[in-house]
């Protein structure tokens, strides 16, 4: 196993429709996570992030303009940074890319980060500020 000494760079998609965040199951199914994935040459995090909305849990949508965050986690012996962003979501798919190995749930946005590892819940909590100030 390869252990990469420098953060290998995400992107995250918080998606939310009608004051609820949607969560989807982790690749082993034993944590609630957001669609995220690692960065690649020539696409912008903000495209890696609606990708991933759409392979991991069959949303369209839009982002907002700047990321509302970031966060830090540790996984196999690498740190990941995920810059993460609020996707604005128009469509739901009944079926998309990983649709038989993730399950996908709406949460009330002030709920939300109660579901989340806590690296994601300070970024989750950030979301539920900056709702509730609109």
């Not at 965040?21 to 992030?49: F, N």
């Not at 993730?102 to 300070?122: F, G, N, S, T, Y």
Request: aromatic residues 8%; charged residues 25%.
């Amino acid at each position: 196993m390869t252990i990469v000494t420098s953060p290998i760079q995400q992107a995250a998609a918080i998606p939310m429709w009608a004051g609820r965040v949607c969560l989807i199951t982790s690749r082993s199914g034993k944590r609630w996570v957001v669609p995220k994935g690692c960065l690649e040459p020539d696409k912008t995090a903000g495209q890696i992030a609606l990708q991933e909305a759409w392979e991991e849990a069959g949303l369209i949508g839009f982002l907002e303009e700047q990321p509302v965050g970031t966060y830090r986690y540790k996984k196999s012996g690498n740190v990941y940074h995920v810059t993460t962003f609020i996707m604005q979501v128009t469509e739901m798919a009944l079926r998309w890319p990983e649709a038989d190995t993730r399950q996908r749930i709406w949460v009330a946005e002030d709920k939300a980060h109660k579901h989340v590892d806590p690296a994601l819940r300070e970024v989750m909590r950030k979301v539920q500020l900056s709702c509730s100030a609109v």
